[in-house]
Structures are given as structure tokens and as C-alpha cells.
């Protein structure tokens, strides 16, 4: 079993909509929680970046951890066609440098 | 944040060749990490490079295979030896950072553009 499970894809959807991503992890040792957004051909930039369960918004992006469930989602309101990207999510445990990625979902926004 | 740059930015190589890929920073850093992405997996750590010290190799990576140097605290390289069409991938270089969010202080890192490689 991957430590970290997100669905590949392809998702698309209708602009205006609202976009739901997800990751499952295994290892209860994780703390931090990353949402990353790679454009065609560019590398990853980091869009949210969450410690504890609950929510965290910023602008039309919304994540959400339940570490009991070990379970993060990234919400995209009035999605937008330059939303359009491959989605990673991202975590790591206390003291450690070290990122582990999902395998990131790719999202098209249909206009 | 930090600018990051590569060269390569593409390549295509024959089988038995090596390539060398390099990453420019626009700020010193003390850890570079270099990372594989390939299709339909996920982007994964080949190794951490410190300054002044050997790189530290993730499972499955051996130096051999992927020399890795890092002269100073600005700039890395990583080579990709004896290429297999199995080693056709995008290799990324990132370094530590940090961001000021509403939250406080999140580290992060920040990733260059990726160097693609496709082996013959």
C-alpha cells in the first residue's frame, strides 16, 4: 500500500464549479499537509499549506484534514479555466524535511 | 521565495550515455533535494544534498546511478548515468523554504522547472 493514495484522473469539469480533491495516507506520523499546483511543464508551487484537522481557507481555495480519517481535501470554488493543472497533495511528519507526494490528479476546467 | 532554475530544460539521449542535469538558485539554501517524476507516479525523492557533505540517498537510489554534487550553496548537480529508456522521466531539483500565510511560517519547498529526459 502507498503511504499516500490520490486519485489520478482526469478530472474535468465546468467552469464555475466547485472542485473536490482528495488523499488518503497510512502513516499517522504525518503533520504537515501540502496542496501543490504544477502547471504543463512548470514545477510544483505550493497553493495551501495546513497543520492541524479542520478547514483553511485562502481566496476561492478551501483545505480540509481529518487526521482521524487520514483524509485531506482541496475545495476550488468558481473554478476557473487557469485552474487547470495537475493537483499534488503532500505531507511530511515533524523534524523531517522529507515530502511525500500523491501521485496529483489532473484537472481540466472546461469554459 | 526562491528562483530556480535548470538546464536541460529537455533532452533526448541515447541508452549507455549519461547526462547531467544542473540547478541554479537565485539564494543560498543549505538542503537541495532532487526528485523523478514520472508518468502516472508520484514525484519521488532520489536524494538530499547538503553543502560541504555526500548526498543522502532515498531507497532504492544508489550514487552510482545518480551522482550527485554540490560545490557550494547555490548550485547542485545531479547525473544520470548508463541511461536505460527506464530512466526517461522529469527530474526536478527543489530547495527548503518557507512562506509567511495566515497561519504563521510554513516551510515548504520550492521546485525548479524539471529537466524531461527521454531515453532512446
Known amino acids: 500500500q502507498k503511504e499516500v493514495e490520490q486519485d489520478p484522473g482526469p478530472l474535468s469539469v465546468p467552469e464555475g464549479a466547485i472542485v473536490s480533491l482528495n488523499c488518503t495516507y497510512s502513516n499517522s506520523a504525518f503533520q504537515y499537509f501540502m496542496w501543490y499546483r504544477q502547471y504543463s511543464r512548470k514545477g510544483p508551487e505550493l497553493l495551501m499549506y495546513?497543520?492541524?484537522?479542520g478547514n483553511k481557507e485562502d481566496g476561492r481555495f478551501t483545505a480540509q484534514v481529518d487526521k482521524s480519517s487520514k483524509y485531506i481535501s482541496l475545495f476550488i470554488r468558481d473554478s476557473q479555466p487557469s485552474d487547470s493543472a495537475t493537483y499534488l497533495c503532500?505531507?511530511?511528519?515533524?523534524?523531517?524535511?522529507?515530502?511525500?507526494f500523491g501521485t496529483g490528479t489532473r484537472l481540466t476546467i472546461i469554459p | 521565495s526562491a528562483v530556480i532554475s535548470q538546464k536541460p530544460s529537455r533532452d533526448i539521449c541515447q541508452r549507455g550515455t549519461s547526462l547531467t542535469i544542473q540547478c541554479q538558485v537565485d539564494s543560498q539554501v543549505t538542503m537541495m533535494f532532487w526528485y523523478r517524476q514520472q508518468p502516472g507516479q508520484s514525484l519521488t525523492l532520489i536524494a538530499t544534498?547538503?553543502?560541504?557533505?555526500?548526498?543522502?540517498?532515498e531507497s532504492g537510489f544508489v550514487i552510482d546511478k545518480f551522482p550527485i554534487s554540490r560545490p557550494n550553496l547555490t548550485f547542485s548537480t545531479l547525473t544520470v548515468s548508463n541511461m536505460s529508456p527506464e530512466d526517461s522521466s522529469i527530474y526536478l531539483c527543489?530547495?527548503?523554504?518557507?512562506?509567511?500565510?495566515?497561519?504563521?511560517?510554513?516551510?515548504?519547498?520550492?521546485f525548479g522547472p524539471g529537466t524531461r529526459l527521454t531515453v532512446l
Open positions: 503532500a505531507m511530511r511528519d515533524f523534524g523531517n524535511e522529507k515530502l511525500t
Open positions: 527543489s530547495v527548503e523554504g518557507y512562506r509567511t500565510t495566515s497561519s504563521g511560517r510554513a516551510d515548504t519547498q520550492y
Open positions: 544534498a547538503n553543502q560541504g557533505s555526500e548526498a543522502t540517498y
Open positions: 495546513t497543520y492541524s484537522s
